[in-house]
């Protein structure tokens, strides 16, 4: 059996309706036979073939290539509603905007990007003034700054904005309709990798680690996001419970700091360089950088609803390969000097340079006298891994955030486009494994992400 | 009453006697603290009102453009909720057993922060343009009709029953009759209304991302940049004075006397 839409065997049936029941997917089916008698040759475009290659190799995923069930399926429910089921499972829309070789100009070049002022989404508002999106067709592309992440999400959900910059976390939530109507979103890539810290008021600078911290007060920029599991996955693995021995309030970033300067608050889990600015202001020092729990975790990605994929396949590639490009150009330590001198202005993060260089160089006072020089403080790595998507989800579970039974794979493949991230870094030379599921070890603990519950269940500290 | 003749210029002297009070009072805090002193918040307006209409793209606008987008929505907010509250004023003062039944429900909704309604209005709306617009609305809408309705209610039995003899058509009787016969009460209403908007206008703008005033002191904010943001106190509170000098002025014209 042939398991590969692209392969190019001459008797592949990669081409024929994967939604026809009547038809074999399988090179040496009876059935296909018969079909292919019935049926006069048809012409397809190159475009609608590919189209299709890919329908079919979806539907073969999902079946698992065992076409008896797929032909059962179909013949119970018709091909057009399983095309409805299964495009609502996977981003088949997405997919198939990406596996057409050639694209046609962008349907909307002047695209509108939301963006939240910090480091996270550097790439994201770099590559307007330093020209990615005009490199890529979308001449008049935006970025517009957010007030907040629930404003972004709902620029996002209300279609105010084609795309925007948001928590890792943000788009599984949305599919999910956790904290907000269920509202499918894709996301096709991550922006950066470290780059958050802990930081504490200064008068807490005896505190060696979570059992110090019972009683304190701490902030997170949103429910939904690598600062908030970061914080309480932390916490519980020193023993303290986030919900029960800790307050963990939602505030934004820049009231954080005045609050740290106030000592309303002991510390934050916050993205830069709101860390880096409380050592500026001399209200705290950088604790611990969160590279130091989870060497290399997500942070902010770039997403957007579903739907756009769909309407403007051209600029969604268009944008996708803008993206890739601008979030492999800050990987570059030498670029990152320019690049701070490029989203430093009031235009965009509005924070004094030498802030921002400290924190993107990696080149910075930690608040405690000493002048670190760790250029892995935040680094910028596009690919939207699935096993991430699968951690995320395996504590929104643990915390309560998700309740019932969750289907880990099909949202993290439905929303993570790690395929098609995977292909646009592969076309620029760099080598990424077939396999999207990657073990993590976080605090020395292993994640496995085929048994997320295994792992939910192993933790004493948890809502579940 | 013992009143200030208008010729009697000694109160300008006093103001600004209280004026390098607070300016000296605020110096001298700003020596012991973190706060920004007046020089460096003087400088800092200095650097904004040098280039007022400078536009650096969609997130960096000159504080002269800025200003223009919040009276742009103060006025197109003002203007649509005036309206609303004076004709739903004018119906509740002349429907007593009308007013007396909506009336709790009004004292309830006046009484909520415009703010407040903002998260709900962005999600049935959603757009945060026309959210900023609503918020202006609700916040000019309750105290013009409160003020038109208890005006109207109140209009002397005499004019109505004048305008009933001489058998004026409802329309003709509220404009001839009613309106101006409760001006003054509807122009008390319409000026709480002008300052209520104003005060709305700039969280209103601050939390939706929409330019304006707001959207600066949030921006700024972001950066903790405190000089600039007592800055944009300041500009929001004398712009807030003239736009009600400017209504006063409007008002005189209006005023009459039985």
Redesign the interface.
Known sequence: MCTSPFCTCPNTKAFDDPFDPEVSLTHTGVGAEKADEARPVQAFSREAAVSRAVESAVVQAVFGGCDHSRRAFLQRVGGAAALGIIGSIFPLDAIKALAQEKSGPPEKKDLKIGFI?ITCGTPIIMAEPMGFYAKHGLAGT???????W??IR??A????VDCAHMLSPMPLALTLGAGAEATPFIMPAIENINGQAITLHKDHKNVKGPQDMKGFTFCVPFDYSMHNMLLRYYLAEGGVDPDRDVKIRVVPP?EM??NLKAKNIDGYLAPDPFNQ?AVY?EAGFIFKLSKELWPGHPCCGFAMPAEFAKTMPNSFKAVFNAIVDATLYCSEAKNRKDIAAAVS????L???LEVVEQVLLGQYPDGLGNNVNDPERIDFNPMPWQSMAVWILSQMKRWGYLKGEVNYKIVAEQVYLAAGCADLLRARGKSVPDNYYQKYKIMGKEFDPADPEGYIASFAIKRT | MATASPKDNRWMLLSLFFLLLFLGFWALISLNTKIPSPLSVAKVAGEFLAHPFYD?????KGIGILTGYSLLRLSAGFTVGALLGIFWGVVLGLNPMLFKALNPFIQILRAISPIAWM?LL??SV???GVTALLVVIMASLWPTLANTAFGVAHIKKDYINVANILQLNPIAKVMKVVLPAAGPAIVAGLKISMGAAWVAIVPAE????SLGLGYFV???????SLPSVIFAILLIGIVGVVIDLLFSKLAGKLAYTD
Request: proline share 12%.
């Open positions: 002022p935006q970025v517009t700054k957010a007030a907040g629930a404003m709902d620029w959900v209300a279609k105010q820049p700091v005045a600015r202001e202005p009031r235009n965009y509005n924070q004094p | 650096n793209g969609p997130n960096d998260p962005l999600y959603r757009d945060s601050a939390l939706l991302g949030w921006n700024e904010w972001n950066n903790l």
